[in-house]
């Protein structure tokens, strides 16, 4: 069983503020790592990839991995009301297949 | 670039019929297309792997032959929802990949309720 934890929300961040979200996993030999962002009542929309340990930046995103420590997190900066949405942590195992966490809400208080 | 669609978006149905959704890659080609299945307030399920050309892999648990998958070409797949009851009800989303090693792009979902 593959197990992907995400921090319980939901997470309520005041407008321009950075929303801190965390994600650990139990497959060890996960190499890549995804964000998606769900909306309620939508499909889930890639934002971030990363495969390599380290920071990764994209606009207003920040994805870090530390494969060592089975550890990925997302940084959302300047956070504006439209990225209320779910968070979806998604590691892809050896077999291709993604798993995915309970997600983490996050609201963005204007 | 990526995108992925569904048809149909909502579909209500009588319990007892079947009903079929489409998933489409419109601007690449996907070698594998995944299912899975979403109740409310809860994550994603994967239901089935989709290569095309061949026959589909089910997650433990997914009757192959209530959820019928045809990947018949590298733009095309089906869910056919055979015999649907109510507990069938939940937010059905497909995803494409041009390759394994590359992400996975979802469509927007099809809702289905049945009666």
């Known amino acids: 069983q593959k197990e992907v934890e995400q921090n319980s929300g939901p997470l309520s961040v005041p407008e321009g503020a950075i929303a801190s979200l965390n994600c650990t996993y139990s497959?060890?030999?996960?190499?890549?790592f995804f964000w998606y962002r769900q909306y309620s009542g939508k499909s889930p929309e890639l934002i971030m990839s990363?495969?390599?340990?380290g920071d990764k930046e994209d606009g207003r995103f920040t994805a870090q991995l530390n494969k060592a420590s089975q550890y990925v997190s997302l940084l959302i900066r300047d956070s504006q009301p439209s990225d209320s949405a779910t968070y979806l942590c998604?590691?892809?195992?050896?077999?291709?297949?993604?798993?995915f966490g309970a997600g983490t809400t996050v609201t963005v208080r204007a | 670039g990526a995108v992925v669609s569904q048809h149909p978006s909502r579909v209500i149905c009588k319990s007892g019929t079947s009903v079929k959704i489409e998933c489409r890659s419109l601007?690449?080609?996907?070698?594998?297309m995944f299912w899975y299945r979403q109740f409310p307030k809860q994550s994603l399920m994967l239901m089935a792997t989709?290569?095309?050309?061949?026959?589909?892999?089910?997650e433990q648990g997914v009757e192959k032959d209530k959820f019928l998958i045809n990947h018949a070409s590298l733009t095309l797949s089906t869910l056919t929802v055979t015999s649907a009851h109510p507990e069938d009800s939940s937010f059905y989303i497909c995803?494409?990949?041009?390759?394994?090693?590359?992400?996975?792009?979802f469509g927007p979902g099809t809702r289905l309720t049945v009666l």
């Open positions: 998604a590691p892809k195992g050896n077999d291709y297949k993604l798993s």
């Open positions: 989709s290569n095309e050309g061949s026959k589909a892999t089910y």
């Open positions: 601007d690449f080609q996907a070698t594998t």
């Open positions: 497959d060890r030999v996960s190499q890549s």
């Open positions: 995803s494409a990949t041009p390759g394994l090693y590359n992400e996975q792009f």
């Open positions: 990363i495969y390599s340990n």
